[in-house]
C-alpha cells in the first residue's frame, strides 16, 4: 500500500513517536496517498468524458476485408485523451459482417481486417510486423496527425511505454505488447506498461 511517507523509503511515524506502532485500543491510522505519486503510477483513473466524440463508433472497413480468426498474432494497447478525459476505443473496428460474441467480446466475424479490436478496452489485434498507430487510424476512418485526433483538435503528443516520441503520431509503429498513449487537448500522466489477458487457444 503506497503512503505519501512511504515513497521517500520512510515508513509513516505513528502518533506516539514509534514507526509501525499505536496505543493499546486504538486502532491504526490509515495511511495517506500522495496523489501526485498516485497519478504519476496510473492509480487515479481518468474519467470518460461526455459526448459522442469521447465515445466514436466502430466503423467496417472499406478494403482488405478477409476471413480469418480474429485474435491477432501480434497485440498492442492503445490509449486515447482527448481535454484530459479518456476516449472510448469502441469494440468492432476493422471488423465486417456478422460477429459472434461472447460476454460482450467479438469471438467471430465474417471478415476482420489487418488490425482490429474486439472489444472496448484498447488491445489492438494485427497479424504482421511493419505497421503503425496511422494505419488503425485508418482502418478506423478516423484523422491521427500531429494537429488532430478523432474530431479533437490541437498538438497531439504520443507516448510509448511511458515515454514521450517526438515522431509524428501516425508514424509511431505497432509492436507486439507496445503500451501507446495519445493525448490532445492536456495532459494525463501516461501509463507505462498494460497487463494483457491470456491469449486465447487456437
Known amino acids: 500500500m503506497l503512503c505519501s511517507a512511504c515513497a521517500a523509503g520512510t515508513s509513516a511515524p505513528s502518533p506516539t513517536g514509534t514507526a509501525g506502532a499505536s496505543r493499546a485500543g486504538e486502532p491504526r491510522p490509515e495511511p495517506s496517498v500522495d496523489p ?22 466502430a466503423r467496417a472497413p472499406r478494403a482488405g476485408c478477409e476471413r480469418g480468426r480474429v485474435t491477432g498474432r501480434f497485440r498492442a494497447h492503445v490509449e486515447l485523451f482527448g481535454r484530459r478525459h479518456a476516449i472510448v476505443i469502441p469494440a468492432a473496428i476493422g471488423i465486417g459482417g456478422q460477429t459472434k460474441r461472447q460476454y460482450g467480446r467479438i469471438v467471430a466475424a465474417d471478415c ?14 494485427f497479424d504482421r510486423e511493419g505497421l503503425r498507430l496511422g494505419d488503425l487510424f485508418a482502418v478506423w476512418g478516423q484523422p491521427l496527425g500531429r494537429a ?6 490541437g498538438p497531439v503528443s504520443v507516448f510509448v511505454g511511458g515515454r514521450r516520441v517526438t ?30 489477458p491470456p491469449r486465447t487457444a487456437p
Open 36 to 57: 501526485h505519486l498516485a497519478a504519476r503510477h496510473g492509480l487515479v483513473p481518468t474519467q470518460i468524458g461526455r459526448g459522442p466524440e469521447f465515445q466514436p463508433v
Open 167 to 196: 515522431a509524428d503520431p501516425g508514424d509511431v509503429p505497432l509492436r507486439d505488447g507496445a503500451q501507446i498513449v495519445v493525448e490532445s487537448g492536456g495532459y494525463v500522466p501516461p501509463h507505462p506498461s498494460f497487463r494483457f
Open 148 to 153: 488532430r485526433m478523432l474530431s479533437f483538435r
Open 112 to 125: 476482420r481486417a489487418g488490425m482490429r479490436t474486439l472489444d472496448p478496452s484498447g488491445v489492438v489485434h
